[in-house]
């Protein structure tokens, strides 16, 4: 896309704001460009099929996949990365090393001796477990990364109720982004408009011109001071 | 009543919004001033997280580093207009940051007690976590405000966690608090504190003061010993008092809330002496004996039977109190009872151990005179007490006692400290000396001794300095007799001959002959001898003939370095001086060549040390000094020292005395680092009398390889570092020592500097070499590629060092030719991408190319390219202001290039106050790149975006 292009050809939508972002995004997060233009399109194509779903997919992927993008770490992992073939081991490992149960008397087993190799799958999988927890969720990842990248000097202070914003939203378009989603929970559409305008201010608060938003600051200071 | 706008829930949702960004929330929160806020932010969370404190421990000391909480500033604005909800929001934050519990402590002030009060236990909590030490002058206030306003509970908490000690013994100050606050805080709150329970306030400040004294080192709890007449010598405030004892600072505080008490919060007497008895140490006696006198009328029968108690009466320890009691309480006394008092006067003090201090002080036995001296001046002491009330034959005997002795100055103290001395002091002024013949005064200085007895008073020193004005007033006189101050102690002749020496460097007409005479025959003398006169009393004291030996020396570099006034040709002439004063020399360039300045050749690698100020601190070095005087002043007799003379006709062979004695120091045996610094020092000089030995001598000199066998004994460094740091370079010198050149510059890797010495001769061989580059003299390859190997293999602090010399150099030589610029200008192309950009993230690399830039002899289009590739590196140049300053006025040549240079040194400005010193230069910049093409255009504008979230917010009215 050209740089002075609008990337929303002109259409009403196409705000000061959305131009930035899809702006910074070009700039620094490319491979996310298309989907956050996409999804902003696809909000205003009221009959599109499925767009509810395809449109919490796009922002659950960008929250997912912008901190790998701007700091080049490894993103998290998920369970289903790592349990999977875990567990495949295990079972393997436990029908090749059976555990030996203490029912020499006939009694109900009480105990069971593992053997080592068996022992050694069942320590990965805690371990995968514990790691897994460690992990910053991904609400507070991407608020960590696009802090990082708005330019800041080293040191500057990320308030945690700036992380809270980030993963409630973050949490909204994820359960959202499934077929199975429940009906209870499928937005209306002005729920769909205010959360991902939403999201959409969020970002653009930590990566968007400081001094348009000082402008903004300074009306609200003059009247409310006043 | 102000009335503030309620926000709309539009004008929050974009506020809170922008404020995810924390320059805007920093820009917001500073500005905001409606109180109605405070809701939503905190319904926003913006309240709920403060920044943390993070704790480093540095060299063992925990450091705290923190910065502020614009929420909690904008907090502490709003305690005034909603206190309510200001203490509301404080009382769920937690927070280690102390700027965070200053706005706290801020915000609890401006709110009314009542409403403060509930902020009592957060500040509890911070103060016992030392969260904000500094602040405890407002927290006593806070304190204070709380009890007079009704807060007593939150005022004792208060209290409790402010003044409450903890020492550990030996502390004998309260820690994470400082003492004076403490002290002042306490001062602030006794007053209010007293007003609520005024018993139990004045018992939490006798515990917080029994704490104080059992920390004390000196202290015995099982006696209670305390030795309180030393740390507090008065109970009330008395200018014999230490400032600068907590304890004792303490006990003024318990004084005070003991008389407040009782005066003005209706405690008895009798109830503060009970409590007071409670506790074993000295000094609460002490204040019992001090409230007595005090509140007297409440009780006139105990401060009767007080002053006629014969225990306290002989125990030095109440000495004070008492003698305040009987000077103000005296006429309370019935006659009887002062007869009782009279009668322990009349019968005097315990003379049981006199005899034996006596013999003890003054190495003689007491005689009955001394005895009665004794007994009269202690009875004098004791009747001072009660001066004013004295009658018939006692107040004569005081009067002729008070006449002959003047105050007696420990008649109520156990110890008094005085002002110190400064300096010394003589028995005698120049203008009784004036008085008597120079015989007659060299008599009275020979015979004079201090009196050992006195610490102050007349000393050695001191008469010695008065004896040198005396001398110096008679200068031409006196010289003439110069040999009879044979018969006096070694500091009188030192002060002697420094006078003379004195004389003739201000050109007067003294007779040299006799003072000569005098020095031979202080050479004479072995250098050990000179303490015939007895023992020295003083420091400053000559314990023998050294330090006069060492006069000498001066006084011959004096004779040597005086010139007529009339055409600057030497005022002594060779005959008969050269024959004396080289025989002087010869023996004191043999003195001990130590220093007074300490140093441990263990600890110092010779290779980055310049000795010359141990040479010309020692007193062989300051031979060699009066010795290479010696040689200029025979050349100037010959003409030989004129501008164009290249060297000293004849050399060494012409002056064979002076060869002698050098030769002497470089032998194995006598070589000393003192010694060969001043030798390199002087090689300049040494090259002009005589090339060929200089020539035939290098390697002995300097004998550089030395530092391969025994590092301790490479003296040879000395006069290298000496050379190199001290003498112009000059391709003469190059040529004579290259091999010296090429050895050192192989040693250059190896070598630490040491830090925080401005002399360090790595530096300077950098800078010698550069020289002779610039000169042409010596090229990148010259000589097996040596400046190149310098400038890639040296230690990297070495090596920029030498290139930052560059700079520095064209800045004061601006008349340096242009191919020097354009030499330099091809060694820096070839320099930074070879080797420089690699080594410049660490070492002294800031002012590496700075000072090319601002010396402003390089073509502006290469300056800007070339700092442009520096910041790359480097994004904090120095010096700074000059760079930026330079960069406006040559941006318009490469605005492009100059806006980068500028992003890199914005950003490069961790420490963030270093934009403010070239604010208006930046701000010049950014102005023309904003009229550029669209990229520069666009990089300005980034530029200017980051400097407002740095919080210099002006520069958007740039956009």
Redesign the interface.
């Given at each position: 896309m050209p740089r002075d292009e609008d990337p929303f050809e002109n259409a009403p939508f196409s705000t000061q704001l959305r131009r930035e972002l899809a702006r910074w995004f070009q700039d620094r997060a490319a491979p996310l460009t298309a989907p956050y233009v996409g999804a902003v399109r696809l909000l205003y194509m009221l009959d599109f099929p499925g767009r509810i779903h395809l449109i919490c997919h796009v922002v659950r992927d960008i929250y997912r996949f912008l901190p790998d993008i701007l700091t080049g770490d490894k993103q998290n992992s998920r369970p289903s990365d790592l349990y999977p073939s875990l567990v495949n081991s295990l079972a393997g490992k436990h029908a090749e090393f059976p555990p030996l149960l203490n029912d020499a008397l006939g009694s109900p087993p009480t105990h069971a001796q593992y053997p080592i190799e068996l022992h050694r799958c069942v320590e990965k999988l805690v371990e995968a477990r514990g790691s897994l927890k460690k992990q910053r969720s991904i609400g507070e990842r991407c608020a960590v990364a696009l802090f990082g990248a708005g330019d800041r000097p080293v040191g500057t202070f990320l308030p945690q109720w700036v992380i809270k914003a980030f993963k409630d939203e973050n949490e909204f378009f994820v359960d959202r982004a499934h077929l199975r989603t429940p009906a209870a929970k499928i937005p209306t559409d002005g729920e769909l408009h205010e959360h991902f305008e939403n999201f959409e201010r969020v970002f653009h608060s930590l990566i968007g011109p400081y001094f348009k938003g000082k402008s903004e600051l300074d009306d609200i200071l003059q009247d409310t001071n006043g | 009543m102000t009335s503030?706008?309620t926000?709309t829930a539009e004008?929050i949702a974009?506020?809170v919004?922008?404020?995810?960004?924390?320059?805007?929330?920093a820009?917001?929160l500073a500005?905001?001033?409606?109180p109605?806020?405070i809701g939503p932010l905190c319904n926003?969370?913006?309240f709920?997280?403060p920044?943390e404190a993070v704790v480093e421990v540095v060299e063992g000391e925990e450091r705290r580093r923190f910065?502020p909480w614009p929420a909690s500033q904008y907090l502490a604005r709003m305690a005034k207009l909603a206190p309510e909800d200001v203490c509301r929001t404080f009382a769920e934050v937690t927070t280690n940051n102390p700027a965070v519990i200053g706005d706290m402590i801020d915000a609890a002030l401006a709110m009314p007690s009542a409403i403060a009060a509930r902020l009592v236990p957060k500040l509890n909590a911070a103060i016992q976590s030392d969260t904000a030490p500094w602040r405890f002058r407002d927290l006593s206030e806070l304190c204070a405000r709380l009890a007079s306003e009704g807060q007593s509970a939150a005022a004792l908490s208060l209290a409790d966690s402010l003044f409450t000690l903890e020492l550990q013994p030996g502390e004998e100050e309260p820690r994470g608090r400082d003492a004076h606050w403490y002290i002042e805080g306490l001062t602030a709150v006794i007053p209010s504190l007293l007003s609520i329970n005024p018993l139990s306030f004045v018992r939490k400040v006798f515990i917080w003061l029994s704490a104080a004294i059992r920390a004390k080192r000196t202290s015995d709890p099982k006696s209670g010993d305390d030795h309180s007449v030393a740390w507090r010598p008065a109970i009330e405030e008395h200018p014999q008092n230490r400032t600068h004892d907590f304890a004792g600072q303490l006990v003024g505080c318990l004084r005070l809330a003991c008389e407040k008490a009782i005066s003005d919060a209706g405690v008895s007497l009798a109830d503060m002496l009970e409590l007071l008895d409670r506790n074993r140490f000295v000094v609460f006696n002490r204040m019992r004996l001090h409230l007595i006198n005090l509140f007297a009328n409440q009780n006139p029968e105990l401060a009767r039977r007080t002053m006629i108690d014969r225990l306290l009466f002989e125990d030095y320890r109440f000495k004070h109190e008492l003698a305040m009691l009987f000077g103000s309480r005296f006429q309370m006394l019935a006659a009887a009872e002062k007869d009782v008092f009279f009668g322990w006067i009349d019968r005097g003090p315990d003379m049981s151990d006199f005899d034996e201090y006596f013999k003890a002080s003054s190495g003689n036995d007491a005689t009955d005179e001394d005895r009665r001296g004794r007994r009269e001046y202690w009875q004098f002491e004791r009747l001072h007490w009660i001066r004013n009330h004295l009658e018939a034959e006692r107040k004569k005997f005081y009067d002729e006692m008070f006449a002959r002795h003047g105050e007696p100055q420990l008649a109520d103290l156990t110890f008094r400290t005085g002002p110190f001395r400064f300096g010394h002091e003589s028995p005698i002024c120049v203008a009784e000396l004036e008085k008597l013949s120079f015989d007659a005064v060299l008599q009275l200085i020979a015979a004079w001794r201090p009196d050992k007895r006195s610490f102050l008073g007349p000393d050695l020193e001191g008469l010695a300095a008065e004896f040198g004005k005396y001398v110096a007033a008679h200068a031409e006189e006196f010289a003439a007799s110069a040999e009879s101050m044979q018969e006096c102690p070694p500091i009188f002749v030192r002060q002697f001959i420094e006078r003379m020496t004195d004389a003739t460097a201000s050109g007067k007409q003294i007779d040299l002959q006799p003072i000569l005479n005098l020095c031979r025959w202080i050479v004479e003398q072995p250098c050990d001898s000179g303490n015939e006169h007895g023992a020295p009393s003083g420091l400053l004291e000559d314990t023998n003939w050294q330090w006069t030996r060492e006069s000498i020396a001066r006084l011959v570099q004096t004779i040597c370095a005086a010139t007529a006034a009339s055409d600057s040709r030497p005022q002594y002439p060779l005959d008969p001086f050269r024959t004396q004063l080289s025989a002087l020399l010869k023996e004191l360039v043999r003195d001990p060549p130590h220093s007074s300045i300490s140093y441990s050749p263990a600890e110092i690698d010779p290779r980055t040390r310049d000795f010359v100020d141990l040479g010309i601190n020692s007193a062989r070095g300051k031979a060699l000094q009066a010795l290479f005087a010696y040689v200029r002043w025979i050349g100037n007799h010959d003409g030989a020292l004129g501008d164009h003379v290249q060297s000293f006709p004849g050399g060494f062979e012409v002056i064979p005395e002076v060869r002698e004695m050098l030769e002497w120091q470089l032998a194995q045996e006598n070589r000393s680092v003192e010694a060969l610094a001043v030798i390199g020092l002087h090689i300049g000089l040494l090259h002009w009398l005589d090339k060929g030995w200089l020539q035939a001598n290098a390697s002995r000199l300097f004998d550089l390889e030395q530092i391969e066998q025994d590092p301790g004994n490479a003296s040879g460094w000395a006069a290298w570092n000496a050379f190199v740091s001290w003498t112009n370079p000059h391709i003469e010198f190059y040529k004579m020592f290259r091999r010296e050149f090429r050895y050192a510059v192989g040693q250059a890797p190896n070598v630490v500097g040491e830090d925080g010495r401005h002399e360090r001769p790595m530096d300077a061989l950098g800078e010698h070499l550069l020289i002779l580059y610039a000169r042409g003299q010596l090229t990148l390859d010259d000589d097996e590629q040596l400046l190149r190997r310098f400038l890639t293999t040296a230690a990297p602090d070495i090596r920029s060092h030498a290139m930052t010399f560059v700079g520095r150099s064209l800045e004061v030589d601006v008349n340096a030719p242009e191919e020097v610029i354009c030499r330099y200008a091809d060694l820096w192309d070839w320099y930074w991408p070879e080797i420089g950009h690699q080594n410049a993230p660490t070492g002294r690399t800031h002012e590496l190319f700075g000072n090319w830039f601002v010396c402003e002899r390089f073509p502006d289009k290469w300056s800007l390219e070339r700092l442009r590739d520096f910041v790359e590196v480097v994004p904090s140049p120095e010096p700074d202001d000059r760079i930026i300053a330079r960069l406006e006025r040559i941006a318009s040549v490469d605005i492009g290039c100059s806006v980068t240079i500028l992003d890199r040194m914005v950003r490069g400005d961790?420490e963030?106050w270093h934009v403010h010193a070239w604010h208006s230069h930046a701000e010049a910049i950014l102005a023309l790149a904003l009229r550029a093409e669209p990229l520069i255009r666009e990089q300005a504008?980034?530029l200017?975006?980051?400097l407002?979230?740095?919080g210099y917010?002006d520069f958007?009215a740039l956009?």
């Open positions: - | 503030f706008k926000p004008q974009v506020a919004q922008r404020m995810h960004s924390p320059e805007h929330a820009y917001f500005r905001l001033n409606n109605n806020w926003a969370g913006v709920g997280s920044p910065g961790t963030g504008i980034r200017i975006d980051y407002g979230r740095r917010t958007g956009l």
